[in-house]
């Protein structure tokens, strides 16, 4: 079992830029492939990256490639979400994610795959 907390939300104009952090619990985070999803009021959850276990293999959601980049650091037991040149439509809150199966690509983006959910921090992007 693995308990996620995020870190490092906030207000910025749009443009800016945030850095996301996620802490977990427990020796086995290098077991898990991670992700980072986000809910905007009224809207369904939607997935924003996934990166794999040893963090050689990224995912991105189209609306945010080459604008974000995830990483990990299993040393310390962190995934990151870098966050650049920030536009009103990211605003929500961000939630990371673990899922204890293979990083698969595309597969990796459906939220079901996820067995472990932090309680998600508020990122707003004003105009």
């Known amino acids: 079992q693995v308990q996620l907390v995020e870190s490092g939300g906030g207000w910025v104009q749009t443009g800016g830029s945030l850095r996301l952090s996620c802490a977990a619990s427990?020796?086995?985070?290098?077991?898990?492939?991670m992700g980072w999803f986000r809910q905007a009021p009224g809207k369904e959850r939607e997935f924003v990256a996934v990166?794999?276990?040893?963090?050689?293999?990224?995912y991105y959601a189209d609306s945010v490639k080459g604008r974000f980049t995830i990483s990990r650091d299993n040393a310390k037991n962190a995934v990151y979400l870098q966050m650049n040149t920030l536009k009103p439509e990211d605003t929500a809150v961000y939630l990371c994610?673990?899922?204890?199966?293979?990083?698969?690509?595309?597969?990796?983006?459906?939220?079901?795959?996820?067995?472990?959910w932090g309680q998600g921090t508020q990122v707003t992007v004003s105009s």
């Open positions: 994610a673990a899922d204890g199966g293979p990083f698969t690509g595309v597969a990796s983006s459906r939220s079901q795959r996820y067995s472990y």
């Open positions: 990166i794999s276990k040893g963090g050689g293999l990224t």
């Open positions: 427990g020796r086995t985070f290098s077991s898990y492939t």
